[in-house]
């Protein structure tokens, strides 16, 4: 027995599209399965966990959605030590990216799965939250506070209009990170903790991080114009952006961040800082290609 989670909404509505696919992927293979999803995002994990406290021989979770889907899996399946992949669905798609799928072949993916033993990659945890990308505070958090209260435009371009309303009035903020236990006091635009290489729909933003190492990479760029910023940003794509002058790269198990910002994780809102992060090895059984 499979559960195939599903959030129709994501992609705009691609994730219903790509999960029918995927059942009748399922179906044609003779495995059984059950659909899961709700009304909102506190549903769906309830009656995921409802599912799982029933089912304790399941085989595995298949998320079908973007990366809160993915977000939201990762509770119960690091929790429960329960396999998961993850069909990218949704308009961000890194926790996928970062695994390395194709993200428009789900059909080769889930003939892996089914073929294949999982193995085990690191996660964060977050005071208590686990995430399985980038945990990240500074500017991009503040486009995500404004997206999340935008009705239009929809899709990517509600970022890209988020960035415009934010960076005129954006200013850096003071930050104390505490790396493995060493202090370090800056000013910082953004910070980035990656578990995983990119976030955003491909943005390399830790361009080596390794799912594999214990390690997090920590992203800081500190203080630069806002012209300057606009020309750095598209480096990002491609990881560049890291020889910049003013960003600077770091390698930490447990990370911890006060300052007067709000963090997100996956593109999920955690909250206010204070925060404290560390990596668990081999915290989730998930499948690579």
């Known amino acids: 027995?499979?559960?195939?989670?599903?959030?129709?909404?994501?992609?705009?509505?691609?994730?219903?599209?790509?999960?029918?696919?995927?059942?009748?992927?399922?179906?044609?293979?003779?495995?059984?399965?059950?659909?899961?999803?709700?009304?909102?995002?506190?549903?769906?994990?309830?009656?995921?966990?409802?599912?799982?406290?029933?089912n304790p021989k399941l085989e595995g979770i298949i998320a079908v959605g973007g990366d809160g889907l993915a977000h939201l899996a990762?509770?119960?399946?690091?929790?429960?030590?329960?396999?998961?992949?993850?069909?990218?669905?949704?308009?961000?798609n890194d926790f996928a990216r970062s695994i390395g799928w194709d993200l428009s072949d789900f059909e080769t993916q889930l003939s892996t799965v089914l073929a294949s033993k999982p193995e085990s990659i690191d996660l964060g945890l977050v005071d208590g939250e686990w995430f399985g990308a980038i945990l990240s505070t500074g500017f991009d958090s503040v486009v995500n506070e404004r997206a999340n209260t935008m009705k239009w435009p929809k899709g990517p371009m509600k970022y890209n209009a988020a960035i415009a309303m934010e960076l005129p009035k954006f200013e850096p903020r003071n930050y104390s990170i505490t790396l493995d236990g060493k202090v370090l006091e800056t000013k910082a635009m953004l910070i980035a903790i990656g578990n995983g290489n990119s976030y955003g729909g491909g943005m390399l933003v830790c361009p080596d991080a390794d799912l594999n190492d214990g390690h997090f990479d920590v992203m800081i760029l500190e203080p630069v114009s806002r012209i300057e910023f606009l020309k750095v940003f598209p480096k990002v794509f491609s990881g560049r952006h890291v020889a910049?002058?003013?960003?600077?790269?770091?390698?930490?198990?447990?990370?911890?961040?006060?300052?007067?910002?709000?963090?997100?994780?996956?593109?999920?809102r955690i909250g206010a800082l204070p925060i404290s992060a560390e990596t668990i090895p081999h915290a989730l059984l998930t499948w690579r290609p």
């Open 1 to 54: 027995m499979w559960a195939v989670v599903v959030n129709p909404t994501s992609g705009r509505g691609n994730g219903a599209h790509v999960a029918s696919k995927v059942i009748g992927f399922l179906a044609n293979k003779k495995i059984v399965c059950k659909t899961i999803s709700g009304v909102s995002s506190a549903a769906t994990l309830e009656h995921l966990k409802h599912f799982v406290a029933k």
């Open 74 to 92: 990762l509770q119960v399946a690091a929790a429960e030590k329960i396999p998961l992949t993850v069909i990218a669905a949704g308009t961000g």
């Open 244 to 268: 910049h002058p003013q960003v600077s790269i770091h390698r930490a198990k447990k990370v911890s961040i006060s300052a007067n910002a709000v963090a997100y994780a996956d593109g999920e």
